[in-house]
């Protein structure tokens, strides 16, 4: 039956990851479909003595939900040592990790990549795309010039050790001349590799039929991205951006499952904007209200632990995320880390050499000069982290849903008033389509 996707709507760190996991237990797989150790999602589970923080990186945040397949699409770039040391810390803290399935499709992450990355960034200088660091160029990269490592390439040593050949003949090259670095042993990013197999080798199965069979016993998937809209190679602020495909349509390539079987697509936004790593971000505040916004809502990265660059809320963004991903239904997060603010400026379209513009423009070298035109919100005063229902929200918070929801052009379905599980209004169900 239905096929989820869940999608970030503006340049990652939405909380997707608390998104997903307060679907909760009617879901019965969740497949992480793009991107790899680039991606972080924190969640928090339970509340006082309690609470339970995790921070996720390439695992699907279904791992956390007991009964749920966690599934690694064919989309994803794996990065072993880190899959398995994730795997390891969970399982220290009681979470069963025994359902992880992995697409033998999916490529992996090959130390000369995480290097090239590296050293790429810092050859760029100041032109630098400011990334993770973590290989995830590079690799996506080698999957589309066709000399990337898959999964399935680790279960033959032969194959393998072709196949680092065929790539590193090149790599070693660029390496050496260009970068100044030293030459990679072939045999050793080999046995680097191969040494993850016997126990990568029980987890790899067909995800794609493995999913398909579950929409055919009406089982429910949801897809979910890494990254998000803006970030998303094709749709995003090329070339700040990542390497793989973080919208709807990403989903189908990366997982297996085709658009047919999509039900609905839901799109996590925050209720102002942050942004990590260089590029255009035309609300970015660089005063003492950016300040505020990255104290009160912890905007620090769960990946790199770099300071999250905020701004007000950009309905442009916000509407050509509608469009890009066909969304049915927004979460808005974060709408507490507002309370105290007197008033609230939304971005509602751009001016750009003095001509207006309500959508985002095409052109990167425009949208390097859009200037915000801003509407402005009256901000509150009272705590709303207890707020549970909508009307449990002070009229001005109200207000301000209400307008963003007007702006963004679909329905705004539950809204963060917390990082806990609970600490979420549900104005819909997500799941009843
Ligand atoms: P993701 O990459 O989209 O999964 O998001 P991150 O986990 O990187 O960043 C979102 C952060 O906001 C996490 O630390 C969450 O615990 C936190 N968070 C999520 N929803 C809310 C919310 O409604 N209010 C507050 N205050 N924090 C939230
Ligand atoms: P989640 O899933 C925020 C950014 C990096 C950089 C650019 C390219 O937690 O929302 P990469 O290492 O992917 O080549 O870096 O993309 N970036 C993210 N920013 N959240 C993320 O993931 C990100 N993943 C990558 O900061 O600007
Ligand atoms: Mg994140």
């Known amino acids: 039956m239905p096929a989820i996707v869940l999608v970030g709507a503006q340049w990652g760190d939405e909380g997707k990851g608390k998104a997903t996991d307060l679907l909760g237990s009617r879901v019965d797989a969740v497949v992480k479909f793009n991107g790899g150790n680039n991606a972080g999602h924190t969640i928090v589970i339970g509340s006082g003595e309690a609470k339970q923080k995790y921070a996720l990186h390439l695992l699907p945040s279904g791992i956390l939900t007991?009964?749920?397949?966690?599934?690694?699409?064919?989309?994803?770039?794996?990065?072993l040592g880190v899959l398995f040391e994730e795997i390891d810390g969970l399982e220290a803290r009681g979470v069963d990790t025994s359902k992880l399935v992995v697409s033998g499709s999916a490529h992996v992450i090959a130390p000369y990549n995480r290097t090239l990355d590296q050293v790429t960034e810092r050859f760029l200088g100041k032109s630098k795309i400011g990334t993770t660091g973590r290989g995830i160029g590079p690799t996506y990269a080698d999957k589309m010039s066709r000399i990337g490592i898959r999964v399935q390439d680790l279960f033959?040593?032969?194959?393998?050790?072709?196949?680092?050949?065929?790539?590193?003949?090149?790599?070693?090259q660029t390496l050496v001349k260009i970068?100044?670095?030293?030459?990679?042993?072939?045999?050793?990013?080999?046995?680097?590799?191969?040494?993850?197999?016997?126990?990568?080798?029980?987890?790899?199965?067909?995800?794609?039929?493995?999913?398909?069979?579950?929409?055919?016993?009406?089982?429910?998937?949801v897809l979910e991205a890494g990254q998000a809209t803006l970030l998303d190679v094709d749709h995003g602020t090329y070339p700040f951006v990542t390497s793989s495909n973080a919208t709807a349509g990403g989903a189908c390539t990366g997982s297996g499952i085709p658009p047919t079987r999509i039900s609905s697509v839901i799109a996590v936004i925050k209720a102002y904007t942050t942004r990590v790593g260089e590029g255009p971000f035309p609300t970015e505040l660089l005063d003492i209200k950016g300040e505020i916004l990255r104290n009160n809502g912890a905007e620090f990265g769960t990946t790199t632990g770099r300071p999250r660059r905020c701004g007000w809320f950009d309905a442009v963004v916000g509407r050509y995320a509608t469009r890009i991903n066909g969304v049915t239904d927004f979460v808005l997060t974060k709408l507490d880390v507002l309370t105290g603010m007197d008033e609230i400026p939304v971005c509602v379209a751009y001016e750009i050499d003095g001509v207006r513009y309500d959508e985002l423009p095409t052109g990167q070298a425009l949208f390097d000069r859009a200037i915000p035109i801003y509407e402005t919100f009256?901000?509150?005063?009272?705590?709303?982290?207890?707020?549970?229902t909508f009307d449990d929200l002070p009229r001005n918070a109200r207000d301000y849903v209400t307008a963003l929801e007007q702006m963004i052009k679909a329905p705004i379905s539950a809204i963060g008033v917390g990082p806990g599980r609970d600490e979420t209004i549900a104005v819909r169900d997500l799941l009843d389509r």
């Open 66 to 79: 007991p009964g749920c397949v966690p599934v690694i699409g064919n989309g994803v770039v794996i990065d």
């Open 156 to 172: 033959d040593r032969d194959v393998l050790h072709a196949k680092v050949t065929g790539a590193l003949t090149l790599k070693n």
């Open 179 to 221: 970068y100044n670095r030293k030459a990679f042993d072939i045999d050793a990013v080999v046995d680097e590799l191969a040494s993850y197999a016997e126990r990568l080798k029980p987890m790899v199965t067909d995800t794609s039929l493995l999913l398909q069979q579950m929409l055919d016993e009406d089982r429910t998937v």
């Open 378 to 388: 009256p901000g509150w005063t009272e705590d709303i982290s207890q707020a549970r």
